[in-house]
């Protein structure tokens, strides 16, 4: 299946469960054959290990509201709720998924598509969608696979509870836990998230993964 086509099953998909989602936060449902498990002890397993990785330049589009406003985020199973509080921003990826920032971090992490800087007053007109651009980071975040038999749950550093491989979604090959580079060069464990395994390529460089594949190739050649 190529690309496009894959891209027009997703959003059909995401469509459909976004149709099915109810207002009530959605309750935690884990496949029968899956290992569910903290962050810790996911980490303590070793069974996979962190690779350097960074942030491609991708469109989003961004709005702050002028009342209460709640949506279901098809890729995360998570639901959110956000209100005039002048800092939250609802964001829409490249599927159609909306997510949550805050304003310092949206302005720090996005440009224009002109790429001109983005500032607060951008966002006067409040229910108005704005096109933004990720700025690149190459090589500024860490990512662990985590494989579709094990969920993960995840507390974020903005006090939401994520969860990996949900199975009422599609993953793909797995999700991903991403955080960013500490001073030490180490992950920043303080602040980790999860990518859902499908978009994960979209938003990411995968080069580290391609260049221990051809490594692990090669070795079993030699």
């Not at 639901?79 to 998924?97: H, M, N, P, R």
């Not at 979604?169 to 960013?180: I, Q």
Request: proline share 5%.
């Amino acid at each position: 299946m190529n690309r496009k086509v894959w891209m027009k099953v997703l959003i059909f998909l995401l469509t459909t469960v976004a149709a099915l989602s109810c207002a009530e936060p959605p309750e935690i449902v884990y496949a029968p054959e899956q290992t569910v498990l903290t962050l810790e002890e996911y980490l303590a397993l070793g069974h996979e290990t962190w690779f350097l990785t960074g942030k491609k330049e991708y469109a989003v589009r961004a709005e702050m509201v002028s009342g209460e406003t709640s949506f279901h985020n098809e890729l995360e199973v998570v639901d959110y709720t956000v209100t005039d509080d002048g800092i939250t921003v609802i964001l829409k990826g490249v599927f159609g998924e909306m997510w949550t920032s805050k304003l310092p971090k949206v302005i720090s992490t996005y440009t224009k598509p002109d790429g001109s800087e983005i500032h607060e007053d951008d966002f006067t007109d409040r229910d108005t969608w704005i096109d933004l651009i990720t700025r690149a980071e190459p090589k500024t975040y860490y990512a662990m696979h985590v494989p579709p038999d094990v969920s993960v749950t995840v507390e974020t550093a903005w006090g939401d509870e994520l969860h990996t491989n949900l199975p009422n979604a599609p993953h793909g090959n797995g999700d991903y836990l991403v955080c960013r580079i500490n001073e030490k060069g180490e992950p920043d464990l303080s602040d980790v998230w999860v990518l859902n395994g499908l978009v994960f390529p979209e938003y990411y460089d995968t080069d580290s993964i391609t260049n221990e594949a051809n490594n692990e190739a090669a070795s079993l050649a030699g």
